[in-house]
Structure formats: C-alpha cells, structure tokens
C-alpha cells in the first residue's frame, strides 16, 4: 500500500472519494486501504467541524459543506500539480538559474569550457555571469546575488566564510619579450631573475601571484603595475617587464611574448577553487555544474 496521505494530499483524498462516490473505490484508485481513507476524511471533517459525506448503504454522498469545500479543494489540488511540475523541473533542470562569478584567467579556458558543456546539457536553465576578482565574488556570495564562484589564492591563506571545493593547484609561468636572454630556455630558476623587473598587479609582492615564493627569499624588483592580466602581456611584449601568467591564462598568450616555465622548486601555485555559500543547500542546477567545473579542471590540470 502507498504511504498515509500528508495534510495538504487529504484534498486529493477528498476529490477522490467525490468523484468515485465511494471510500472502496477511492481506496482502490490512490493505493490505500479503506479505512485509511475514512480516518483521512474523518479528518478532515474533524477539522472543518461539520460532514463532508454522507454514508449511504452503497457507497457516499457530498453532503451541502462537501459540496461548498469542492471547489477550493479541486483548486488547491491544481496549486499541488502546479508546485510539483514546477519542483519537477528544477530537479531535472527543465527551469531553473545559475549565477556564477570567476577571476579574469579563470575566465579564459575553465569558466566558459565549463559553461559550454552545462549549457549543451541543460539548455532550459538561465545562466548569468558576473565579471571581477576573487574578493568582489566573495562579497557577492555572501550578499546572495551569487550562487557560485571560481576564487583562487596564491598566499595559502584561507578564505572564510565560504564552502569549498577544490578544483585545481595552478602553476605559472615568465612571460618574457621574444627577445630576451632566456627565451630560450626549457626552465628558469627565480634567482636567474633578481635583476628583472616585474610587471604585477601590485607593487607589494605578497599581494601578488609572487606571494608563496616569498619564502624562499625572493625579493622581486616591482615596476609598473597592470592587474589585467592582458595588460601585462603587453607590457612584457614592449620590453618593460617581465611578468607571472598563471596556467589557466596561457591558451591566450600573445604571439609575441615567450612563456618559460619555473623549476618546480620555485614556481608559485594558486590554488583554485569553487566557492559556495556556506549553510545553504546547493541547487541542483549548482550541483550539476559544479560536476563540470570538476571535469574540466581535470582537463586543464599540470
């Protein structure tokens, strides 16, 4: 047998038991016993304090209250078919929206590789997207205008007041002109650089991409400051500088610049993560591009 009718299914009981005319029969059509079937209308007449049915020796009757509760019952029971189509579709992703924010390199392979494949298999729901760095998503979680965001930090601090999920350790590499010195190389130690200065998007190095290779003693010579990552390109192209282009960017390096990679035992890594708030169910349409994130991140992985 189906299990008892919940408060708002007594309706669906009671238009039930209306049209069939008979506790047997609506028994038999929602898969109940019958006496389960009168306790649900006893109780419903216990609540409205009056006989919605009068029992006949072949089956039951509306008596006049049953008769002027029918109406509002068959229009609750249409909200209910509404409400469940509408819950229907947001758990197959039929409807539903998706708000989501990303640093500016993540915007350049994993956020829109993502996207692509969410969007081919759930084209119904809404996607908006939102532009900036790390800390304007963070607010914007917090203040709820966001659902997820891809955050990155290089310091090893944490971020709080957020839920994580790691997608990726990302490493970097120099940029240089076509030019220079080393644009030739396979690899390059931070040391060999001391005397390079440095486009960044700062002039303090522990608010940069250079911040873990701090720790090693490392004390770049900061020149000008760019914190489009584009922008830094083109600088670095014009021989002013040289620069850090993280992993997730260098698809879209220009032509005219060399990317080096770092020995593994002075290259930064950015640690790379989805951002969700914290305490608050995910929706399933989050839920499910958060599984693309994952897959396309394992693509774009070192």
């Not at 038991?17 to 059509?29: I, K, M, Q, W, Y």
């Not at 490493?171 to 240089?176: C, G, I, Q, T």
């Not at 930064?268 to 693309?292: E, K, M, N, Q």
Request: neutral net charge; charged residues 20%; hydrophobic residues 45%.
């Amino acid at each position: 047998m189906a299990a008892m009718p919940t408060a708002h299914s007594l309706y669906e009981v009671f238009l039930t038991v209306a049209r069939l005319a008979s506790f047997t029969a609506a028994a038999r059509a929602l898969g109940y016993t019958q006496s389960a079937v009168s306790r649900q209308i006893q109780s419903l007449e216990d609540e409205w304090g009056t006989p919605l049915f009068d029992r006949l020796p072949r089956g039951v009757r509306l008596t006049e209250a049953g008769h002027v509760l029918l109406p509002h019952a068959e229009a609750l029971g249409e909200r209910l078919r509404t409400a469940r189509a509408e819950l229907d579709a947001l758990r197959s992703l039929d409807r539903g929206r998706l708000r989501v924010g990303a640093f500016s390199t993540a915007d350049a392979a994993l956020l829109p590789r993502a996207l692509a494949a969410f969007r081919a298999r759930y084209p119904a729901v809404t996607v908006t997207r939102a532009e900036g760095s790390s800390g304007r998503h963070l607010a914007l979680l917090a203040a709820g205008d966001l659902d997820l965001a891809v955050v990155g930090t290089a310091s090893g601090n944490p971020l709080d007041d957020v839920t994580l999920h790691h997608l990726l350790d990302e490493r970097m590499y120099v940029a240089l002109p076509l030019g220079h010195r080393f644009a030739g190389r396979d690899c390059l130690r931070l040391a060999e650089l001391a005397e390079e200065e440095w486009i960044a998007a700062s002039t303090r190095p522990e608010e940069t991409l250079m911040s873990t290779a701090l720790a090693s003693g490392f004390r770049p010579r900061m020149g000008f400051v760019a914190a489009d990552w584009i922008a830094k390109q083109g600088f670095v192209a014009a021989g002013l500088g040289i620069t850090l282009v993280p992993a997730l960017a260098t698809s879209s390096a220009r032509p005219d610049i060399t990317l080096i990679a770092l020995h593994p035992e002075d290259a930064p890594r950015r640690r790379v993560y989805a951002a969700t708030p914290p305490g608050i169910s995910p929706s399933h349409a989050v839920t499910a591009f958060l599984d693309r994130l994952r897959e396309e991140a394992a693509r774009l992985a070192p």
